[in-house]
């Protein structure tokens, strides 16, 4: 292999490891280096510093090797620009035998120019002309590719030949490849060559290559070094190693910009040092500004004036756009660079300038007064701590993090310091997700005050570290519950502090699932009383024993979801969800749960917010039928756990997983997790856990049709006729076990169950419940009331909201039909369901529903894929003037017929359409054929038994 860099140095290169996010650009060079083998052809790399040009050389050269084609390669280098020729005779020196096949002029001239021979120097054309002769020769036998890296740095004679012999390759075999920085002017000229922009890393690319190179880095750090490096590779694999093991893992705060490592620096350092002394300092301030650049102009503009920055801009190194106000840096190390070439007395005055423009954005100001303070300042300190709660409002516990740190640092008193490091550490556990962090911070805390009881903030981090650690639930709502009762005697506890106490508690109540140990909360948000938050009070009632108390606070709870969608506080959009959760409201809350996941995702918000969203959209696709999402996201929040050490929390996507397996129709994966889940839950004393995890078992057993499993399963925590005090998933397996009950032939437990459900009124707390109470009575009805029981139920509103639950309650109707022998019916309520399941993926459900449907007499393939129902004449005629909204005697009146007669037609168009009100006429019928065969109905209603399909007209 021939691959000649510098000299006469013959090395091999063996192809290196995939680059990460360049298959596109690849793709493209290896297009190139086929073409030009053949035809002959120049290619510019372009792209800022750092951008990964000379590594995607490397993988070109790579390519060409294994090709069989030759390559000469040089390279520009800063301290040899200024010796004529230099970069050709690294590029031409293999070549030197080859010479001899010139003619004497052309030999003489290359001999001369580069240092080979003696005699008066060419002039450029006849040299250019032998090196272009040079080259077309040598690829006679063998196809050349040219590689030139570095080419603002070539020297003008090398740059003035290159240039013109990549202009005349068309018709070689030869190829030139280049590289060169984005906006760098340069001797080479090659404004008319084709190139191509070698652009930063996208951010799953990036995210990768951090991940592969640095798999340590906290998340946080992570994301925080993606933001910065912007995609730009060099500084991806740079930036990491400049940080300090504790900022790696984000024990340590990082700076405000990021440092650099020498590497880094000698990309920029010596341009900004050149710089003069007022444009240096507009940089700064510029490096030093979160807002873009624009607070910078601001101050610059005060004190310099905007034209210092001129050289700046003419080097390209930033872009002033004074229009829009705004200040950029042209690559992302430059801000860096900036600062770390400035003294610490530069940094303070630059902060202290900057906080002077800053009146109306009080957090920015806080954050620039605090860095440009040296020793204690309380009243610095209290404006961050105040910047510290307006960013955790927004969903910015990092940035709350860091103020709350510095407000510590500059905090005289000790137990003022110590409580503002337990509000950081609290905020790390309960929203970044940094529990290493966190738990450097509450040390920090108690060594600060080590006479001092912890405040509320240090004792609702350690729960938290708790559980996520030994997991023990138990012990955790002990300690919590104690500081509670303590504190709240304590009239120097913050309020504020006390209600995040109380909401953690809350969920620490839920996970241990005993009933006596929310007697402790109920006690503390009584005493908060008149001034508990609605939101705090609501989910003491939704969340605990809904079955008992949620009744009270729908109202309110609906009140407060109208405004919910102009929500823009993450942690208040996700407790509404809580409360909703067990009300099926969710729905309500969709928008702002997807805003939050968006965010998320861009690392805008915190972390367990994001966790806490997934968890619930996860559990609002379930119901609503949405399950492929349901996986994706399950995918996503077990990811986002495992990655922000929340080893706790995790349970509840591996239970989704559980839960969708079960439905799906993987039994066995669907046991095994949840095998899995009832050994953990039970070694941290978890009951609620526990709890959740028996619905997607009973759901498991009932989709293989173990109903006796099911129901063994199902009062595990549920005796049947009574709904389980706190334990809230009972009113979600109330249906599984009346199923189950009554398919094992327990009727006497279904009817009890069915009556429990009822008497309960969790027909009240949300549709959804309104329609498996109602399903479950149908049920277990008698032979001469279930016809209409579950026409009742179907025909209650908001049924199609919930698919699956809405398809189950359809599936046992048509299944008590077909044992009834009402044929017709039997198959209209089992066609419809297997649809539902079908479009589902509910397997097991589907097959149940196909074999129903055989035993009517129809078969089915596997998809139980329906035909399109028919509708006669007549029928047509009068269900579109009913769909358009006009009365039995309107239509009577049009057709000449009477009011009875068409409710009688009504009442035999329902069921074919498979419909149950009038309301649903338009859109049944938009589903037909446009030209229906023609016929009578492809279904009678001759042997329904009275009252299959409820009221056929409305007496309008």
């Known amino acids: 292999m021939d691959i000649w860099g510098g000299g006469d140095v013959n090395f091999g290169v063996e192809c290196p490891a995939q680059l990460v996010g360049r298959d596109d650009d690849l793709a493209l060079i290896s297009a190139f280096v086929d073409d030009a083998a053949v035809n002959g052809r120049a290619l510019l790399l372009v792209g800022e510093p750092g951008v990964g040009k000379t590594v995607v050389l490397d993988e070109s050269v790579a390519m060409a090797v294994a090709r069989g084609i030759r390559v000469l390669r040089a390279g520009g280098v800063e301290f040899e620009a200024s010796v004529a020729y230099s970069v050709l005779n690294q590029l031409l020196f293999p070549l030197r035998e080859s010479f001899d096949e010139l003619s004497a002029v052309h030999r003489e001239a290359l001999e001369v120019a580069l240092g080979f021979g003696g005699g008066r120097p060419p002039n450029r054309l006849l040299m250019s002309n032998a090196a272009l002769l040079c080259v077309r020769n040598a690829a006679v036998q063998r196809p050349l590719l040219l590689v030139v890296d570095d080419l603002p740095w070539l020297d003008r004679a090398s740059a003035t030949v290159l240039g013109f012999m990549a202009r005349r390759l068309a018709g070689s075999r030869v190829g030139f490849l280049g590289a060169a920085r984005s906006h760098t002017g340069s001797s080479f000229e090659g ?66 910009v990021l440092p650099l490592t020498q590497r880094l620096q000698a990309l920029f350092a010596s341009r900004i040092a050149a710089l003069p002394e007022a444009c240096r300092n507009i940089m700064l301030l510029a490096a030093l500004d979160r807002s873009g650049g624009r607070d910078a102009l601001r101050a610059a503009a005060a004190c310099y004036g905007l034209e210092s920055l001129a050289p700046a801009e003419h080097d390209q190194l930033v872009h002033v756009d004074e229009v829009a106000g705004r200040f950029e840096f042209r690559h992302p190390l430059i801000r860096s660079a900036v600062v770390d070439v400035s003294t610490a007395v530069e940094r303070r005055g630059a902060h202290r300038r900057l906080a002077d423009v800053m009146g109306e954005h009080p957090e920015r100001r806080a954050w620039h007064l605090g860095e440009g303070v ?65 738990s450097h911070l509450l040390d920090e805390a108690r060594r600060t005050n080590p006479a001092g009881g912890a405040s509320l903030h240090a004792v609702i981090a350690t729960a938290i570290l708790l559980i996520d650690g030994d997991g023990d639930v138990l012990t955790a709502h002990k300690l919590l519950a104690e500081a509670i009762e303590t504190n709240a005697k304590r009239r120097d506890t913050p309020e504020k502090a006390l209600v995040e106490a109380l909401y953690t508690l809350l969920l620490l109540c839920w996970f241990a699932g005993r009933s006596e140990l929310w007697e402790p909360a109920f006690a503390a948000i009584d005493r908060l009383t008149p001034n508990v938050p609605e939101s705090l009070w609501i989910l003491s009632r939704t969340y605990s024993d809904p079955a008992r108390t949620a009744q009270a606070a729908t109202s309110v709870l609906d009140a407060l979801l109208d405004g919910i969608c102009d929500e823009t506080d993450p942690t208040r959009i996700v407790r509404m969800g809580a409360a909703s959760f067990y009300l099926d409201r969710l729905p309500a809350t969709r928008d702002g749960h997807w805003w939050i996941v968006r965010e998320g995702r861009e690392g805008r918000i915190a972390v367990r917010r994001h966790v806490a969203a997934l968890m619930h959209l996860c559990h609002d696709t379930f119901h609503t039928g949405r399950w492929d999402t349901m996986a994706e996201l399950t995918n996503e929040g077990a990811r986002l756990c495992e990655e922000h ?76 006729g009574t709904i389980a005090s706190h334990i809230p998933h009972a009113m979600w397996t109330s249906f599984d076990l009346v199923e189950a009950a009554f398919k094992t032939e327990r009727t006497a437990q279904a009817r009890a169950h069915a009556d429990a459900m009822r008497e309960a009124d969790l027909q009240a707390l949300s549709t959804r419940l309104a329609l498996l109470t109602a ?17 009742a139920a179907l025909a209650l509103p908001g049924n199609p909201r919930w698919p699956f639950d809405f398809a189950r309650v359809r599936l046992a109707y048509g299944e008590r039909l077909r044992r009834a022998r009402a044929t017709a019916g039997a198959r209209l309520q089992l066609s419809a369901a297997a649809e539902i399941f079908e479009r589902l993926g509910a397997q097991p459900w589907l097959e149940r529903a196909g074999n129903e449907l055989r035993a009517t007499g129809i078969s089915k393939p596997r998809g139980c894929t329906t035909t399109s129902p028919v509708l006669t004449p007549q029928q047509r005629v009068i269900a579109e003037l009913a769909g358009s909204g006009l009365t039995n005697k309107q239509i009577g009146e049009r057709l000449f017929l009477s009011h009875r007669t068409v409710g009688a037609r009504l009442y035999q168009i329902y069921p074919i359409l498979g419909i149950t009100s009038r309301a649903a006429l338009r859109d049944a019928l938009a589903a037909l054929p446009e030209d229906p065969p023609d016929g009578g109905s492809a279904r009678s209603s001759g042997d329904m038994p009275a009252g299959l399909s409820g009221q056929p007209g409305d007496g309008r």
């Open 191 to 256: 404004g008319d060559l084709p190139d191509h922009e070698l652009r930063p890393l996208d951010g799953s690319a990036a995210s990768e290559l951090v991940a592969r190179r640095f798999p340590a880095l906290a998340p946080s750090v992570r994301q925080r070094l993606l933001s910065e490096a912007r995609g730009n590779p060099l500084a991806l694999l740079e930036l990491p190693q400049a940080l300090t093991s504790p900022q790696q893992q984000a024990v340590e705060s990082l700076p405000a």
């Open 374 to 438: 040296v020793g204690p300042d309380e009243h610095v300190a209290q404006r961050l701590e105040e910047a510290a709660h307006l960013a955790q409002s927004r969903g910015d516990a990092v940035g709350a993090i860091a103020s709350l740190t510095r407000a510590a640092d500059l905090s005289p008193n000790s137990v003022v310091r110590s409580s503002r490091l337990a509000e950081a550490a609290y905020l790390g556990v309960d929203s970044v997700g940094e529990l290493l962090s966190a």
């Open 645 to 720: 050490g929340y080893r706790f929390f995790i349970w509840y996507f591996r239970h989704a997983r559980g839960l969708h397996a079960a439905v799906r129709g993987d039994h066995e994966a669907s046991q095994e997790v949840t095998d899995e889940l009832i050994r953990w839950a039970g070694a941290r004393g978890a009951r609620g856990v526990e709890w959740v995890v028996i619905h997607a078992r009973t759901l498991n057993y009932i989709g293989q049709s173990d109903y006796e499993a099911a129901y063994r399963e199902a009062i595990v925590h549920n005796e049947p």
């Open 775 to 791: 399903g479950a009575g149908a049920m277990v009805a008698d032979d001469d009331q279930f016809v209409d029981a579950f026409d």
